[in-house]
Nanobody, 127 residues
Framework: QAQLVESGGGLVQAGESLRLSCAAS????????MGWFRQAPGKEREFVAV????????EYVDSVKGRFTISRDNAKNMLYLQMNSLKPEATAIYYC????????????????????WGQGTQVTVSS
């Protein structure tokens, strides 16, 4: 059964750091583009960062460039998001994705069928 499970969220103060993790199982996730998206209260889900199947390509939303780093460990089927210098506007539920939503081009994934989501992890940044 395909499964993406996020962890690592929590409550931090502005300026602090968090590292989100996504444990993937049930499919050959190391062949998929993967990414992180977030949804703040009252807003639509938005793209945060994505990476190609081998980590060779990454993209970030402008608001997190230089502060967030996406990475993956295909041997462990893990996806990470290191978030530094957090700001209150980063408060949201963060979701792990694999597949279509994270693919920026056909070569970003060896497999591109499907669009898979985790259940999300809450990140709250206080000012």
């Amino acid at each position: 059964q395909a499964q993406l499970v996020e962890s690592g969220g929590g409550l931090v103060q502005a300026g602090e750091s968090l590292r989100l993790s996504c444990a993937a199982s049930g499919r050959p996730w190391n062949s998929y583009a993967m990414g992180w998206f977030r949804q703040a209260p009252g807003k639509e889900r938005e793209f945060v960062a994505v990476t190609s199947w081998n980590g060779g390509h990454t993209e970030y939303v402008d608001s997190v460039k230089g502060r967030f780093t996406i990475s993956r460990d295909n041997a462990k089927n893990m996806l990470y998001l290191q978030m530094n210098s957090l700001k209150p506007e980063a408060t949201a539920i963060y979701y792990c994705n694999a597949g279509a939503s994270s693919s920026r081009a056909d070569y970003w994934g060896l497999r591109n069928e499907g669009d898979y989501w985790g259940q999300g992890t809450q990140v709250t940044v206080s000012s």
